[in-house]
């Protein structure tokens, strides 16, 4: 991470770092004309950037750090507390050692051990100590995923005590495959989600009856991210680990009874915290074994002696190619882990000599499938996956091909398999000379994980932004700025809305007649008819309501000269012109 020369001095309430300062016998915060202080260093030893902080701070995720930050407290008691936290999920290993204090045999594991008893070798009974070197893991008490769980983080473990085990035993491990971005659950008194009391929970939560909800828990339903649920106040007792998905009854999250009493999620840091990051590592045997390479950039050769043999893609998608140069035979890669080449989509034979990344893109999926050469004769037009042409009832003739929107991977035959083409926004005129192909058996388009940007305008060399807190507003103001705190210049994407960081549940939308010079505004995203955006490899951001129209910016004299409109394409108008800066 970053070191810590953006960190803000902090105030009571504006501090996000989560110290909070000690309070009276009465358990009111004790009002004093000298409060607490600390002092936060960017570097170890007290050096380096340093900032004061004198308050509480809720929430410390946009801050970033480095790992070697130093704390020297001046006046009052301050607790730190944060959530579970995994820097390299993409990356699973432990370290497994026989005896406690890392002593005795050790091995390295990188997947799900359903029991330790019967690994190949010498047998373990049990684990010692461990270090998780990478990864968010999950430790059973017993064979099979069962008994109880204990969260492993990212760390090293001496003995059976440092990760809250209720007894020496821990026989099975399992990695948390998931996306851990936007936590979300329900929890519900009813068993199987019948009606009655039940609670969203979006953040730490270190008490349930804070949210005016009980201890009684009977189903729970995780919308995204990884939870760890406690049957204690304040994160303690009985763990149980929740990934997106249903638990009807307390027997499904590992449970005896249905008391819950505190939860918290687990949140990635690190270089994923808002930066997008694409990488894949090859392994030179089966089952993320052997040697190994990563990447982050296109590669047109790979080293001349090494032939992967599985994979691992921890960030974007992938194209494969079994010639070099990007030539030859594509395999297509989402992220996710593939232990064999006929995972990756390969034969036995194939020895993969290049790979490239799939490209960013910003606009919804859609496609058109034309019988003809030229756009001509029937058309099929399609915005989801289709795993057989044939099966849902269309001929699977083909001739001619228009991607519109999004990035597709066309497939020989149904169920994705054979060859592949990848295909951005392109029209091909004949199918059959680009491909070899009369047909298309089924095709998807490639889904992309939430990346955070800066728009910047190519002209004025300032960034699209929020300048005002609009949590509490119905509208918020949308203008060009230089990059400062007081205002939010982070944007992502999702679903064809153009949403800023500060305001998830608004995006970006035309308001008034949408002729020459509507401004461009945060508007709730509830809003009908849904106001998406597409933004093109020239750098124009159109208005899919509104044909014609691309995002601009006013200009002129007035007090409003700096605010987003909306304005027909217009080559004298460079303003209309964006760059669009991944974080």
């Given at each position: 991470?970053?070191?810590a020369?953006d960190?803000?001095?902090?105030?009571?309430?504006?501090?996000?770092?989560?110290?909070s300062?000690?309070?009276d016998?009465e358990?009111?915060?004790?009002?004093?004309?000298?409060p607490?202080?600390?002092?936060?260093?960017s570097?170890?030893?007290f050096?380096?950037?340093k900032?004061?902080?004198?308050?509480d701070?809720?929430d410390?995720?946009?801050?970033e750090?480095?790992h070697?930050i130093s704390i020297?407290?001046?006046?009052?008691?301050?607790?730190?507390q944060?959530?579970p936290?995994?820097?390299?999920?993409?990356?699973p290993?432990?370290l497994?050692?026989?005896a406690a204090?890392?002593q005795?045999?050790s091995f390295a594991?990188?997947r799900?051990?359903?029991d330790?008893k019967?690994l190949?070798?010498?047998?373990?009974?049990?684990v010692?100590s461990?270090?998780?070197?990478?990864g968010?893991?999950?430790?059973?008490?017993?064979e099979?995923?069962r008994?109880?769980?204990?969260?492993?983080?990212?760390g090293?473990y001496?003995?059976?005590?440092q990760?809250g085990?209720y007894?020496?035993?821990?026989?099975?491990?399992?990695?948390i495959r998931?996306?851990?971005?936007?936590?979300?659950?329900?929890l519900?008194?009813?068993?199987d989600?019948?009606?009655?009391?039940?609670v969203?929970?979006?953040e730490?939560l270190?008490?349930?009856?804070l949210a005016g909800?009980?201890?009684?828990t009977q189903s729970?339903?995780?919308?995204?991210g990884?939870?760890v649920?406690y049957k204690?106040?304040?994160f303690?007792g009985?763990?149980?680990?929740?990934?997106k998905?249903?638990y009807r009854?307390?027997?499904?999250w590992?449970a005896?009874?249905c008391?819950?009493?505190?939860?918290?999620?687990i949140?990635q840091?690190g270089?994923?915290?808002?930066?997008?990051?694409?990488k894949?590592?090859?392994?030179s045997?089966p089952d993320f074994?052997?040697?190994?390479?990563?990447?982050?950039?296109?590669?047109?050769a790979l080293?001349?002696?090494f032939?992967?043999r599985?994979?691992r893609?921890?960030?974007?998608?992938?194209?494969?190619f079994?010639?070099?140069d990007?030539a030859?035979?594509?395999?297509?890669l989402s992220?996710?882990?593939y232990?064999t080449?006929s995972?990756?989509?390969?034969l036995?034979?194939?020895?993969i000599r290049?790979?490239?990344?799939?490209?960013?893109?910003?606009s919804?999926?859609?496609?058109?499938l034309?019988?003809?050469?030229?756009?001509?004769?029937?058309?099929i037009?399609?915005?989801?996956?289709?795993r057989?042409?044939?099966?849902e009832?269309?001929?699977n003739?083909?001739?001619s091909?228009?991607v519109?929107?999004?990035?597709?991977?066309?497939c020989?035959?149904?169920?994705f398999?054979g060859?592949?083409w990848l295909l951005?926004c392109t029209?091909i005129t004949?199918?059959?000379t680009?491909?070899?192909?009369?047909?298309v058996?089924s095709?998807?388009p490639i889904?992309?994980?939430r990346?955070?940007?800066?728009?910047r305008s190519r002209?004025?060399e300032l960034y699209?932004s929020?300048?005002?807190?609009?949590e509490d507003?119905?509208?918020g103001r949308?203008v060009?700025?230089?990059?400062?705190e007081?205002?939010s210049?982070?944007w992502?994407?999702?679903?064809?809305?153009?949403k800023?960081q500060?305001?998830?549940n608004?995006?970006?939308?035309?308001?008034g007649?949408?002729g020459?010079?509507a401004?461009a505004?945060l508007?709730?995203?509830?809003?009908?008819?849904?106001?998406t955006w597409?933004i093109?490899?020239?750098?124009r951001?159109?208005?899919?309501?509104?044909?014609?129209?691309i995002l601009d910016?006013?200009?002129?004299r007035?007090?409003?000269r700096d605010h987003a409109?909306?304005?027909?394409?217009?080559?004298e108008?460079p303003?209309q012109i964006?760059?669009?800066?991944v974080?």
């Amino acid at each position: 991470m970053a070191g810590a020369t953006d960190v803000p001095s902090c105030s009571k309430h504006s501090c996000p770092l989560g110290c909070s300062q000690q309070e009276d016998k009465e358990g009111f915060e004790k009002i004093n004309t000298r409060p607490g202080k600390i002092i936060l260093f960017s570097e170890a030893g007290f050096a380096g950037q340093k900032r004061e902080i004198w308050g509480d701070v809720p929430d410390a995720t946009s801050w970033e750090l480095s790992h070697t930050i130093s704390i020297r407290p001046h006046r009052g008691s301050f607790s730190f507390q944060g959530c579970p936290v995994v820097e390299r999920p993409g990356e699973p290993q432990v370290l497994i050692y026989e005896a406690a204090g890392f002593q005795g045999r050790s091995f390295a594991i990188s997947r799900d051990i359903y029991d330790l008893k019967r690994l190949p070798g010498p047998a373990l009974s049990t684990v010692g100590s461990l270090h998780v070197l990478g990864g968010c893991w999950v430790g059973y008490e017993k064979e099979g995923f069962r008994g109880h769980q204990y969260l492993l983080e990212e760390g090293e473990y001496q003995d059976w005590k440092q990760w809250g085990g209720y007894s020496q035993e821990l026989v099975s491990l399992r990695l948390i495959r998931t996306d851990f971005s936007d936590p979300a659950l329900v929890l519900f008194e009813a068993m199987d989600f019948e009606e009655g009391p039940s609670v969203e929970v979006s953040e730490a939560l270190p008490d349930t009856q804070l949210a005016g909800y009980g201890t009684v828990t009977q189903s729970i339903h995780v919308l995204s991210g990884v939870w760890v649920a406690y049957k204690g106040t304040n994160f303690s007792g009985e763990q149980y680990i929740l990934e997106k998905g249903v638990y009807r009854n307390c027997e499904d999250w590992g449970a005896t009874d249905c008391r819950i009493a505190s939860a918290q999620p687990i949140l990635q840091v690190g270089e994923r915290n808002l930066h997008f990051v694409s990488k894949i590592l090859l392994f030179s045997e089966p089952d993320f074994l052997g040697d190994h390479v990563a990447f982050e950039e296109d590669q047109d050769a790979l080293p001349g002696a090494f032939i992967p043999r599985s994979c691992r893609v921890r960030g974007g998608s992938w194209i494969l190619f079994d010639g070099q140069d990007f030539a030859g035979d594509q395999h297509v890669l989402s992220e996710g882990e593939y232990p064999t080449l006929s995972a990756m989509g390969c034969l036995s034979s194939t020895t993969i000599r290049s790979l490239k990344k799939v490209p960013v893109f910003f606009s919804e999926p859609s496609i058109f499938l034309h019988g003809l050469e030229c756009f001509e004769g029937k058309e099929i037009e399609l915005n989801s996956e289709v795993r057989s042409l044939q099966a849902e009832g269309f001929n699977n003739h083909v001739l001619s091909v228009r991607v519109k929107g999004g990035i597709w991977v066309l497939c020989e035959h149904g169920d994705f398999r054979g060859r592949q083409w990848l295909l951005d926004c392109t029209e091909i005129t004949n199918w059959l000379t680009y491909s070899g192909l009369q047909h298309v058996g089924s095709l998807y388009p490639i889904r992309q994980r939430r990346i955070y940007f800066r728009i910047r305008s190519r002209e004025l060399e300032l960034y699209l932004s929020v300048p005002d807190d609009v949590e509490d507003m119905k509208a918020g103001r949308v203008v060009v700025s230089s990059l400062s705190e007081q205002s939010s210049s982070v944007w992502y994407y999702e679903d064809g809305l153009i949403k800023n960081q500060v305001a998830p549940n608004m995006s970006l939308q035309v308001i008034g007649p949408a002729g020459k010079g509507a401004k461009a505004v945060l508007w709730s995203e509830t809003r009908m008819p849904r106001q998406t955006w597409s933004i093109d490899s020239q750098g124009r951001i159109h208005s899919q309501m509104f044909e014609d129209m691309i995002l601009d910016i006013k200009g002129g004299r007035s007090y409003d000269r700096d605010h987003a409109i909306v304005w027909d394409v217009a080559e004298e108008r460079p303003t209309q012109i964006w760059d669009v800066q991944v974080l």
